[in-house]
Structure formats: structure tokens, C-alpha cells
């Protein structure tokens, strides 16, 4: 049985993509894909894109990512951001912003489709964290799952054949039924937000149509010491530790 590994926003964030993968690898995940934003907050864009390129991973484009290609304003992100983007752009290499350049907005296979924020307009980076949003997501696709991140809180919305309500929840191991169909997020391994910084990982059997949020530990200190030898605002490794 074939599985599928999706990874949230990564974030520049080493030490937690080599934590998932290896965790992806132990589970025999033949498959890779990933929700965008690479870059931004951490202080290894470079080594995430390498391994990201590496590994075969498929990723859609994220808001960071856009912005530091030039592509959205970033004067709306809060100051701690727009520094790292300022720092990223002033280190990322020319061959890595070119990849990051030739990512699309949204990835759509048979079985399940990717993108960043939320449907129907994903250059927009729309938060996909209500039933309005949810129902309207849904209704872009086909496929019986689309995975998405932005918001860096893993949760799931499932809608039923036949029922008006969505249904949602935080469960961490679940499958499809019969007539059902969902769009689930995927947290952010690069950092989370959910009061839990161990990095997650989803894993996704099309077969069984089961959907599981595994979380691992990762080396948090090497990653806020590297942060603040950058010269990075010192808040976004302090923040890795609490998963905030």
C-alpha cells in the first residue's frame, strides 16, 4: 500500500525537515509533497532548498515565498517576518530563488490535491480556518483529500455526501468513510503553533483513505543558536521551543 507524506510550512528550518523526512522514511513513504513557504523565519533557506531539490519533494508556493520572489507585498507581514525576508533575500542563493520562482500556486493528482492557504484564490494566501473557508476549498476540487497549511495549527474538515454540516476536528489518526471527502492541515514542521514544537508530519494512504499527524522531536537549540548568530529577531527561535 502506497503512502503519501505531506509536510507543512518548512520555514528555512533544518533540523526539523531532516527530523521528518527520517521519521517519512521509517514509515515507507514513497511519495512527497509539501504546502510552501520554505523560506522565511529561520536561518538555513539554502540547506532546506537543497534537501527539499534533493529529495524529490513537490511543493506548491507559500506566501513567504512570494514575497521574497517580489511577487506580494511584505508590508503586511509583522516586523519579525519582513526581517527574515530582508535577511533571506540578502543570502538565499541565485539558483534557489530560481526554484522557488518555478513553484506553482497548487498541485492536483487522482488522488488528492496541495496548496498553501486556501481555494478558490490561491495567490491570495486566504487562512483556511473556518467552515466558510473550508466549504469553499472543497468546492474547488475533486480529489477526496487536499492538504494545506499556512495557519501552522494542524486540523481537519470532512464533508459528508448527502450532509449540509462540515464536521472538523484535531484528531491525529483517522480515515475517510464512504461519501466523505476533506481538506486537512497539515501544520508547520519549520514552526509551530499549536503548543506543541515537536514537528509534524502528515501521512496519507490513498487506498484506506486513513490520514495520520505524526510529531517528532527535532534539535531546536542548534536551530535558535543559528538564529541568532544571523542576526535574525531573536523571537523567532525563542518561540520554537514553546511551539508558539
Known amino acids: 500500500m502506497q503512502k503519501v507524506g505531506v509536510l507543512g510550512d518548512l520555514h528555512s528550518n533544518l533540523s526539523s525537515l531532516e527530523a521528518v ?3 517519512l522514511d521509517l514509515e515507507g513513504v514513497e511519495r512527497y509533497y509539501c504546502v510552501g513557504d520554505l523560506v522565511g ?3 538555513r533557506p539554502n540547506e532546506v532548498l537543497d534537501l527539499v531539490q534533493e529529495r524529490g519533494i513537490e511543493c506548491v508556493a507559500g506566501n513567504h515565498d512570494w514575497a521574497l520572489l517580489g511577487k506580494i507585498p511584505a508590508e503586511y507581514f509583522n516586523p519579525y517576518a519582513r ?3 530582508e535577511w533571506t533575500r540578502a543570502n538565499i542563493s541565485a539558483s534557489n530563488l530560481e526554484y522557488l520562482s518555478s513553484l506553482p500556486l497548487q498541485i492536483i493528482e487522482s488522488d488528492l490535491t496541495i496548496f498553501h492557504g486556501a481555494l478558490p484564490e490561491p ?3 486566504h487562512y483556511l480556518q473556518s467552515f466558510p473557508a473550508a466549504r469553499s476549498s472543497l468546492a474547488e476540487f475533486t480529489q477526496p483529500v487536499g492538504f494545506c497549511g499556512h495557519t501552522h495549527v494542524p486540523m481537519s474538515f470532512i464533508e459528508t455526501e448527502g450532509e449540509e454540516e462540515l464536521d472538523w476536528h484535531f484528531s491525529t489518526d483517522w480515515s475517510l468513510e464512504p461519501g466523505q471527502r476533506a ?3 497539515v501544520g508547520s514542521p519549520g514552526q509551530p503553533r499549536d503548543e506543541n514544537p515537536m514537528a509534524p508530519v502528515a501521512v496519507y494512504s490513498p487506498g484506506i483513505g486513513r490520514v ?3 510529531r517528532t522531536p527535532y534539535n531546536i537549540a ?3 543558536k543559528l538564529i541568532r548568530k544571523a542576526g535574525l529577531p531573536a523571537i523567532l527561535g525563542d518561540r520554537l521551543q514553546h511551539g508558539i
Do not use: M
Request: aromatic share 10%; hydrophobic share 60%; glycine share 4%.
Open 123 to 125: 495567490e491570495a494566501f
Open 83 to 85: 526581517a527574515a525576508l
Open 21 to 23: 523526512l527520517s521519521l
Open 222 to 224: 542548534a536551530e535558535q
Open 183 to 185: 481538506v486537512v492541515n
Open 212 to 214: 495520520q499527524l505524526l
Open 41 to 43: 523565519y529561520g536561518a
